[in-house]
């Protein structure tokens, strides 16, 4: 007998496991979907903690994406409404809701599941577990390994403040490391005889510094320092290593863009007479939307019943509000009616209701490995209100909310509008072929090329 679905996320939330190493959440999500009949199959596209799920035959193939990850220095315990974290503050914890993400995307596909047996009808419900989204890249390597290929429409969700139908583009990104190396010396004493890397460093980020007046306004690129070389200042710094992460709007894009990057680290390097390594990380591509799909799940939102919060629910919101300041909370851009919008942050503590959003190609700041998986099958998203309105992703305030009924409650709704828009799909098939005629017409003469080279294989980040 199965544990219930909230149960399910609450499990994966106390497990609060890092990108690769899900393992526990792998595994209790598996043996979910086996106590449900879907034939399973683990670490598959050479990801221990990715998985397949699998329930029917034949057409059409709708697959439903999960993810699990947790996020490094996230830990806060569940309920309070201060920032308190559980254990050392570099414990991982569910800033981002994924927990509620994967569990509430078995909800999905169980309950298509449910409807195709009901019906006796032909078609498959697929399930794909994928790892590492906060750092991996986990669905691109799905994506490019061929995981979709028979997928006729790819359906997901994010946890959120909102009920609404995600739309438009996010971006493409490189993940770069830039190791330097040079020579240690006394910094004092023999000084010339040294070259350093902290100075590359510091010299290639001078240089991205001034790249940035001749980009795009829509590319970014930023950087940490991973290794400083020490902390001697009377030592020369014969080691030092920054990680870039480099977006724009397209791939293509973005590799041009990280090809001036290198040569501004090559720069550095000849410039303090160091060397360089450049070592490829992670990529992800851009989103290519689906205005087809995004129609089909906002008719699913008008058939699914809104959740009901309960008095006591709502004060519960209201004390996280409560920690935000009102300037301080993010509105939506893309809805349709931004004044609406304004009024329901200042009056709800959690949105009930729908928040249309006009159909957008924009691409907005920040991106997803969902990217990767809309290049080679078309594909929609949503979000659904699991927290207070307030604070944003990753924040401690997401992590306290993230076993709550209204957190459940989200999730529970999530998993009914993707169901209803896989049935939609399924009764009205010329649906599916208007999306896929969509999705061509979009590529145009384009080709899904995966940022990460077929040689790089699934790896943890630094
Ligand atoms: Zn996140
Ligand atoms: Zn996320």
Same mark, same amino acid.
């Given at each position: 007998?199965?544990?219930?679905?909230?149960?399910?996320?609450?499990?994966?939330?106390? !497990?609060?496991?890092?990108? !690769?190493?899900?393992?526990?959440?792998?595994?209790?999500?598996?043996?979910?979907?086996?106590?449900?009949?879907?034939?399973?199959?683990?670490?598959?596209?050479?990801?221990?903690?990715?998985?397949?799920?699998?329930?029917?035959?034949?057409?059409?193939?709708?697959?439903?994406?999960?993810?699990?990850?947790?996020?490094?220095?996230? +830990?806060?315990?569940?309920?309070?409404?201060?920032?308190?974290?559980?254990?050392?503050? &570099?414990?991982?914890?569910?800033?981002?809701?994924?927990? /509620?993400?994967?569990?509430?995307?078995?909800?999905?596909?169980?309950?298509?599941?449910?409807? /195709?047996?009901?019906?006796? !009808?032909?078609? *498959?419900?697929?399930?794909?577990?994928?790892?590492?989204?906060?750092?991996?890249?986990?669905?691109?390597?799905?994506?490019?390994?061929?995981?979709?290929? $028979? *997928?006729?429409?790819?359906?997901?969700?994010?946890?959120?403040?909102? #009920?609404?139908?995600?739309?438009?583009?996010?971006? =493409?990104?490189?993940?770069?490391?830039?190791?330097?190396?040079?020579?240690?010396?006394?910094?004092?004493?023999?000084?010339?005889?040294?070259?350093?890397?902290?100075?590359?460093?510091?010299?290639?980020?001078?240089?991205?510094?001034?790249?940035?007046?001749?980009?795009?306004?829509?590319?970014?690129?930023?950087?940490?320092?991973?290794?400083?070389?020490?902390?001697?200042? #009377?030592?020369?710094?014969?080691?030092?290593?920054?990680?870039?992460?480099?977006? +724009?709007?397209?791939?293509?894009?973005?590799?041009?863009?990280?090809?001036?990057?290198?040569?501004?680290?090559?720069? %550095?390097?000849?410039?303090?007479?160091?060397?360089? $390594?450049?070592?490829?990380?992670?990529?992800?591509?851009?989103?290519?939307?689906?205005?087809?799909?995004?129609?089909?799940? &906002?008719?699913?939102?008008?058939?699914?019943?809104?959740?009901?919060?309960?008095? &006591?629910?709502?004060?519960?919101? &209201?004390?996280?509000? #409560?920690?935000?300041?009102?300037?301080?909370?993010?509105?939506?851009?893309?809805?349709?009616?931004?004044?609406?919008?304004?009024?329901?942050?200042?009056?709800? =503590?959690?949105?009930?209701? !729908?928040?249309?959003?006009?159909?957008?190609?924009?691409?907005?700041?920040?991106?997803?490995?969902?990217? $990767?998986?809309?290049?080679?099958?078309?594909?929609?998203?949503?979000?659904?209100?699991?927290?207070?309105?307030?604070?944003?992703?990753?924040?401690?305030?997401?992590?306290?909310?993230?076993?709550?009924?209204?957190?459940?409650?989200?999730?529970?709704?999530?998993?009914?509008?993707?169901?209803? %828009?896989?049935?939609?799909?399924?009764?009205?098939?010329?649906?599916?072929?208007?999306?896929? $005629?969509?999705? #061509?017409?979009?590529?145009?003469?384009?080709?899904?090329?995966?940022?990460?080279?077929?040689?790089?294989?699934?790896?943890?980040?630094?």
């Amino acid at each position: 007998m199965n544990i219930t679905l909230n149960q399910l996320s609450d499990q994966i939330w106390e !497990f609060a496991e890092t990108g !690769f190493l899900e393992t526990k959440s792998c595994h209790a999500m598996c043996q979910y979907l086996e106590g449900e009949g879907f034939i399973v199959t683990k670490g598959i596209a050479g990801m221990e903690t990715a998985y397949k799920g699998i329930w029917g035959s034949g057409k059409p193939v709708i697959t439903f994406l999960a993810e699990y990850d947790a996020l490094f220095g996230m +830990s806060q315990k569940a309920d309070l409404f201060e920032y308190a974290p559980l254990g050392s503050n &570099e414990n991982p914890g569910h800033g981002c809701g994924h927990h /509620l993400l994967g569990v509430g995307a078995i909800a999905a596909a169980v309950e298509y599941r449910d409807y /195709l047996k009901n019906h006796q !009808f032909e078609g *498959t419900v697929q399930i794909l577990g994928c790892p590492a989204e906060e750092s991996g890249s986990g669905k691109a390597y799905l994506a490019r390994d061929g995981y979709l290929d $028979d *997928t006729d429409i790819a359906l997901t969700w994010h946890p959120g403040q909102f #009920n609404q139908v995600h739309t438009g583009s996010s971006q =493409s990104c490189i993940s770069v490391n830039f190791r330097f190396h040079g020579i240690s010396s006394h910094a004092a004493g023999s000084p010339h005889l040294g070259r350093s890397a902290l100075d590359a460093c510091e010299l290639m980020n001078v240089g991205v510094n001034y790249l940035r007046e001749h980009m795009e306004s829509t590319d970014r690129v930023h950087y940490a320092y991973l290794n400083v070389g020490g902390k001697a200042p #009377n030592v020369v710094q014969s080691e030092a290593e920054l990680k870039y992460f480099i977006r +724009s709007t397209t791939n293509p894009k973005a590799l041009k863009l990280y090809d001036r990057v290198i040569n501004i680290a090559k720069g %550095a390097a000849m410039m303090t007479e160091t060397s360089v $390594d450049v070592l490829f990380d992670e990529g992800l591509s851009n989103t290519i939307p689906n205005f087809v799909i995004e129609d089909v799940l &906002e008719n699913a939102f008008h058939k699914v019943p809104s959740p009901i919060y309960t008095e &006591e629910e709502l004060a519960y919101a &209201e004390n996280f509000k #409560n920690t935000t300041p009102l300037e301080r909370i993010n509105i939506p851009q893309k809805a349709l009616d931004k004044e609406a919008i304004k009024k329901i942050i200042s009056s709800q =503590s959690i949105h009930s209701g !729908f928040m249309k959003c006009a159909h957008s190609e924009e691409c907005g700041m920040g991106s997803t490995d969902v990217g $990767d998986i809309s290049w080679v099958v078309p594909t929609g998203q949503i979000n659904t209100a699991c927290f207070a309105i307030g604070a944003g992703s990753h924040s401690w305030q997401w992590v306290a909310q993230g076993k709550s009924s209204i957190a459940h409650k989200g999730m529970q709704y999530a998993g009914k509008i993707l169901a209803q %828009a896989a049935i939609e799909f399924h009764s009205n098939p010329e649906l599916i072929q208007k999306a896929k $005629d969509e999705f #061509n017409q979009r590529l145009g003469q384009d080709v899904y090329q995966c940022l990460i080279p077929k040689d790089v294989k699934p790896h943890l980040i630094d």
